[in-house]
């Protein structure tokens, strides 16, 4: 099936440092969508955007939707331990599926 | 509590067993959809119900799977002589008219093909 190319594929950093990923599609789309999954859970959403060009904060994670429609990025400020995870974008036409990332893992060490 | 079920959390069957996975989302999911999720990949869809039609099913879906939604609330999802290949997290996620972008999923039904 169809995946988004999202980089990079894993990150190391140190308690304290921001972090930033992004997520590129051959296709535009209506809504870009960041997801963040833990070990054995499914998805749970981060940001939704909307428009072209929109920048959205939620705390201390930001994103953006390209004003191309065709890429996204997240950054997370000041990361913490439990911001450890798997990061996946989606991109979705309409009320359409969800076409979603390659995912992008976070370790944090303290 | 994401307020979409799935249930069970992990099934273990031999290849050539059926297996079926249900899925209970919240009233105000009209719209119900299953993904796939190998393990390093992100989710990957399978089909989608408007209450109780479905609307839309991906290649992904062999003749081995199906799925109902009979009333429009819960889903089922049987796959039939299991394969090796089959061995995933399936996941459900739930979505209204209200919030018509980024739905919510379930925590995952982890099947294991031996």
């Known amino acids: 099936g169809q995946q988004l190319n999202q980089s990079p594929q894993s990150m190391f950093i140190q308690e304290g440092e921001d972090v930033s990923m992004n997520c590129t599609s051959s296709s535009i789309f209506n809504t870009w969508l960041w997801y963040k999954q833990d070990p054995g859970e499914g998805p749970v959403l981060l940001i939704a955007l909307y428009k072209a060009g929109e920048l959205t904060s939620n705390g201390r994670l930001t994103a953006q939707f390209g004003i191309t429609r065709k890429d996204s990025f997240l950054n997370i400020s000041a990361s913490i331990p439990s911001d450890v995870g798997i990061y996946f974008c989606?991109?979705?036409?309409?009320?359409?599926?969800?076409?979603f990332g390659t995912g992008t893992r976070l370790q944090v060490f303290p | 509590d994401t307020g979409v079920s799935q249930d069970p959390r992990h099934k273990i069957t031999k290849r050539g067993q059926n297996v079926t996975f249900r899925c209970d989302p919240i009233?105000?999911?009209?719209?119900l959809y299953w993904y796939r999720q190998t393990l390093g990949q992100g989710p990957e869809f399978l089909t989608y119900?408007?209450?109780?039609?479905?609307?839309?099913k991906s290649r992904l879906l062999s003749d081995r799977f199906s799925a109902e939604r009979p009333k429009g609330s819960f889903s089922t999802l049987e796959i039939q002589r299991t394969e090796q290949g089959d061995s995933a997290m399936y996941l459900c996620?739930?979505?209204?008219?209200?919030?018509?972008?980024?739905?919510?999923f379930g925590s995952g039904t982890r099947l294991t093909v031996v």
């Open positions: 119900f408007q209450n109780e039609a479905q609307l839309e």
């Open positions: 996620a739930g979505a209204g008219t209200v919030n018509n972008y980024g739905y919510t």
């Open positions: 009233s105000e999911h009209n719209r």
């Open positions: 989606a991109g979705q036409w309409d009320t359409d599926k969800l076409i």
